[in-house]
């Protein structure tokens, strides 16, 4: 299930956090984690280093999807080149697939956390080029051909920002032995068996299968084993 998830503590969480805390200072790692997770799940709340921690102790356990879920979860909040090349190194590490990050990875992850900051700012233009056209034309002035031909390019352009530009849905293989399809049936042509920990573009879906590439390929796996990304 996608979490929604918010920047902030409520006072009557605090208590629990830092009881977490206290938990993680003493080496006591799996109570911590019980706690930190009761936070996050339960009461939808984080902070970055609750984050960091729960991955630190993921991957302790050898529990490497929750160990990238916890930094991924801390990346889309703080994008940080060093947060990808731990992803990547952990990945290498225990040859994990889908974490090769890059530089347009990096500028892909900068714009999803200001998409709405961007679209707010494009309506504002929008709403004011709009009005004072309107209050030029009441006055009498007249525009020329190329400025409302890109005026209505301008809304179309806005109209794809927000309809058609998605930077893609990603998720996390969950469970081990789990069979990539080619197609969405269990009796379709089997592509591969995966272990957990491998990242995988989500490319559609359909019933309770997801569309995803696997090696560029297009394939299947069932929902119940991919862990969405947020």
């Known amino acids: 299930m996608l979490l929604i998830l918010k920047p902030a503590y409520s006072q009557e969480h605090k208590f629990t956090y830092a ?34 921690k729960m991955a630190y102790i993921k991957e ?27 992803m990547e190194e952990l990945a290498q590490a225990n040859r994990l697939s889908g974490y090769e990050y890059n530089d347009l990875q990096f500028f892909k992850t900068q714009f999803s956390k200001y998409y709405m900051r961007i679209l707010e700012l494009m309506l504002l233009a929008a709403v004011v080029t709009a009005t004072v056209m309107l209050v030029s034309w009441r006055k ?48 379709a042509n089997w592509l591969a068996t995966v272990s957990q920990g491998h990242k995988v573009p989500i490319t559609g879906e359909q019933d309770i299968w997801y569309e995803i590439k696997w090696k560029g390929e297009t394939a299947y ?10």
């Open 19 to 52: 009881k977490a805390d206290s938990l993680f200072e003493r080496q006591h790692y799996t109570e911590a984690l019980t706690l930190y997770e009761q936070i996050l799940n339960k009461e939808q709340h984080y902070s970055p280093q609750m984050l960091l």
């Open 60 to 86: 302790g356990l050898r529990d490497y999807t929750g160990a990238m879920y916890y930094l991924h979860l801390f990346y889309t909040k703080q994008p940080s080149r060093s947060v990808l090349k731990k």
């Open 140 to 187: 009498g002035h007249k525009f020329t051909r190329q400025f409302k031909i890109g005026f209505v390019l301008y809304l179309l352009f806005i109209l794809y920002y927000i309809n058609f530009l998605n930077l893609g849905r990603g998720g996390i293989i969950k469970n081990d032995q789990v069979a990539i399809m080619s197609a969405p049936s269990a009796g």
């Open 221 to 230: 796996i069932r929902k119940n084993n991919l862990l969405q990304l947020p």
